[in-house]
């Protein structure tokens, strides 16, 4: 494999990949836009459809490569569709990007690559309003659904788990050194949930795994098709599928609520848990007891680990947020 960043890959590869899908794919506009963390190339292209009045029509088109196994496997498995089905009421109301081609060699090189719809619209964090959080939810609930379709879920692709403790040690060690606000408050929480994570450790650990989550849910990650068919007015589309893995359903909702702690009002009155077991069960998910209350175990190993992270979100408005919350849950776990 040629040492080359994605993008570089990605245009020497260019030729080959032109190749690998007949003649169909347009000249590619090869960026990096300031979201992007790994190192994949991506860019915007048309694709040539079938059309069955004028022969062809051009669409506008996105290509990723390399990407990696989880978002190759999962972009695939979700949305690749014959072309002669590109509108159809099925197609339109996928919770992932339909997807044209896709393959996992290039060149002679062991590498995975997607071609997919662009989206016209901007992500739904741009609408910021109850009905966009709302379809956020939904198209979360849909995924859950789909990604368990055909395939049980394979626990052996579980993340490890976090090492809470070490977290919180490392929280600790942070607090002792820099100066925050309410750092005597910090310090003293965590040191009483030191007494009991490892039995919070040990009932998250337990949890019933029943399906495969997105992990990168927020509104930055979710947009919205342009369609004039009203009945799928408000649907939305799940992108960035490099993180799915196995878990229990809160764990998406829970990932949500997280990253709104001490701006709530960001979520437009919706409640991240509530609205996705509603929309789980709209259609025919199940939503058990049980979850609402292992939901605080997770919120407490997750608030007791953001001190570690001071460096890198050490916004005083989620800290504190997250500083309430622990103080909030933890007596329920204590002794």
């Not at 040629?2 to 347009?26: F, I, K, M, V």
């Not at 395939?151 to 052996?156: A, C």
């Not at 609402?292 to 800290?319: H, K, N």
Request: glycine fraction near 8%; include cysteine; charge should be negative.
């Amino acid at each position: 494999m040629p040492e080359l960043d994605g993008q570089a890959l990605a245009s020497t590869l260019d030729p080959q990949l032109h190749q690998a899908c007949h003649g169909r794919l347009g000249q590619i506009s090869w960026f990096r836009a300031t979201w992007q963390h790994g190192g994949a190339g991506t860019g915007f292209s048309t694709w040539s459809l079938p059309d069955r009045t004028c022969g062809h029509r051009e669409i506008p088109c996105v290509v990723k490569m390399p990407v990696g196994y989880s978002e190759y496997f999962w972009t695939k498995r979700l949305g690749l569709i014959h072309p002669d089905e590109w509108e159809e009421p099925s197609s339109l109301a996928l919770p992932t990007p339909r997807v044209l081609a896709a393959g996992f060699e290039l060149g002679g090189y062991d590498l995975a690559w997607v071609v997919m719809e662009r989206f016209a619209n901007p992500p739904i964090a741009m609408e910021r309003t109850e009905s966009s959080m709302w379809a956020l939810f939904e198209t979360a609930a849909e995924f859950h659904a789909a990604a368990i379709l055909e395939k049980p879920l394979d626990l052996s692709a579980v993340k490890p788990p976090q090492d809470w403790n070490g977290l919180v040690e490392k929280g600790i060690e942070a607090l002792e050194a820099n100066e925050i606000e309410n750092r005597d408050r910090w310090l003293t929480v965590l040191k009483q949930a030191q007494g009991s994570l490892d039995g919070l450790i040990e009932l998250w650990a337990n949890r019933e795994i029943d399906t495969w989550c997105h992990h990168d849910l927020h509104p930055h990650n979710a947009m919205r098709r342009a369609t004039d068919d009203s009945k799928i007015h408000g649907h939305c589309t799940l992108i960035d599928l490099a993180m799915v893995g196995p878990g229990s359903w809160i764990e998406d909702a829970l990932y949500m609520e997280r990253l709104f702690w001490g701006r709530e009002q960001m979520l437009c009155n919706i409640d991240p848990l509530k609205t996705l077991a509603s929309t789980r069960e709209s259609i025919g998910l199940p939503c058990s007891e049980e979850s609402f209350e292992l939901a605080d175990v997770r919120r407490v190993l997750m608030a007791a680990s953001a001190p570690a992270f001071l460096r890198t979100e050490g916004d005083s408005v989620y800290l504190n947020a997250a500083l309430s919350v622990i103080e909030r849950l933890l007596p329920r776990f204590i002794g």
